[in-house]
DNA sequence: GGGTTGACATACGCGTCGTATGTCCCGAAT
DNA sequence: ATTCGGGACATACGACGCGTATGTCAACCC
């Protein structure tokens, strides 16, 4: 490939911002975050980053893709461990759900991500999340367990479902009873889908 | 009541604020709204803004509060409307994926409201909605129509999924088209609480 | 090895928030 | 009726943060 040292640099740089981003955003939030003293931890001042990234949602976006590549790494990976099909999208959905307890992942990817960047369908990092769950719902139907159905629409109140009972989880004073009864109704819930009501 | 008439002014400016921040706040967003021109579009200063709602954060929470109840209102009224109690759930879900439609909810109930005051489920406000469907959800249990399930854990998720679904529509090329596809998935969704499939 | 390009640092302007101080008028007490 | 206190709002001020414009130095190309 031969990679120049210029070009090496740059990525060094780029880690070392989006790491100091992560750490910034999930304590602080998006808007309480300087710039200053991000760049500052990452032993850089604010010219990388407006040469790297634009501006500061272009730093946001890049902590978003990378955080909801993760994400749907982990969740296929639940998929993948699981009996049947149907029971990997349950567990991918309490994949979502436990995921969500991260304060980076909340902070960042369920709360000032839609805020800043707007809706995370339009993300130009493709969602891997949603593209995950519509994947496995696909195949689900095509396998006949469920019901015809828009996949992208089931894919949305899916996730959505599991992503806002992680939000309730995690600002709740007893998360583990409270996770429990969330995994509980998302299965429920789930189930709709199914052509044959198990 | 014999309000004074100090009285009957405070809630004039308060009003006066609000009405010009649900505007600005929908079409500007949050961090972008500047209490000077929202203050001076109500005739009135910042003084007038930080004496009655304590700062920003302030300001929007009275707004929040104020659309989340009119939300509330309109899905009790749509629920209402339906022949049966069940309808009635679909109807409130179908509702609030309608009214999530409009900007000024979307912007600041769904995007920056969560981003600037935190989980939904803890605003002071009692969150009207939420408690619309529990309501709902815990007559159809005793009702026997509804599965037993945690009863806040299940309008989480339902109403989670309706006003993420929203978001997508409104998000989406062609809202009419996929506003179908959201509701009939919903119908799907819902129809997993049900005891006996329908 | 000199010129060029690009990565990053430094310096500045502009706008915004929150507070501290000032002003004016309603309402009560005498 | 006059005075006085307190509350509602306006004005003035300080601090901070973003984005940009300008500067600098090292890496590549010939």
């Known amino acids: 490939m031969a990679t120049g040292l210029r070009a090496r640099m740059m990525e060094e740089t780029r880690a070392k911002l989006i790491r100091a981003a992560r750490k910034a955003f999930a304590e602080k939030g998006y808007a ?23 501006d500061k949602k ?5 902590v978003v893709d990378e955080i909801d590549a993760e994400m749907a790494e982990g ?13 990997g999208l349950i567990e991918e959905g309490v994949s979502y759900i436990e995921m969500a307890l991260e304060p980076e992942i909340q902070r960042i990817v ?44 089931a894919a949305r109140l899916i996730n ?16 583990p009873a409270v996770l429990a009864k969330a ?14 009501p198990g």
Not at 58 to 62: E, W
Not at 119 to 144: F, K, Y
Not at 189 to 196: D, F, K, Q, T, V
Request: hydrophobic fraction near 50%; aromatic fraction near 6%.
């Open 110 to 153: 369920l709360l000032d991500g839609p805020a800043v960047l707007g809706d995370p369908s339009r993300w130009p990092g493709q969602n891997a999340c949603l593209r995950t769950t519509m994947a496995t719902i696909q195949a689900l139907i095509e396998e006949g367990t469920v019901r015809p159905v828009d996949v992208e629409a």
């Open 160 to 175: 959505g479902a599991a992503l806002n009972a992680a939000l309730w989880v995690a600002a709740s004073d007893n998360p």
């Open 32 to 54: 309480a975050a300087s710039m200053d003293d991000l760049t500052a931890e990452a032993g850089l001042t604010r010219g990388a980053l407006y040469h790297n990234f634009g």
């Open 183 to 196: 995994i509980e109704a998302f299965r429920l819930l789930a189930s709709g889908l199914l052509r044959e």
């Open 58 to 62: 272009g730093l946001l976006r890049a």
């Open 75 to 87: 969740a296929r990976a639940a998929r993948d461990r699981a009996k049947t099909l149907w029971l």
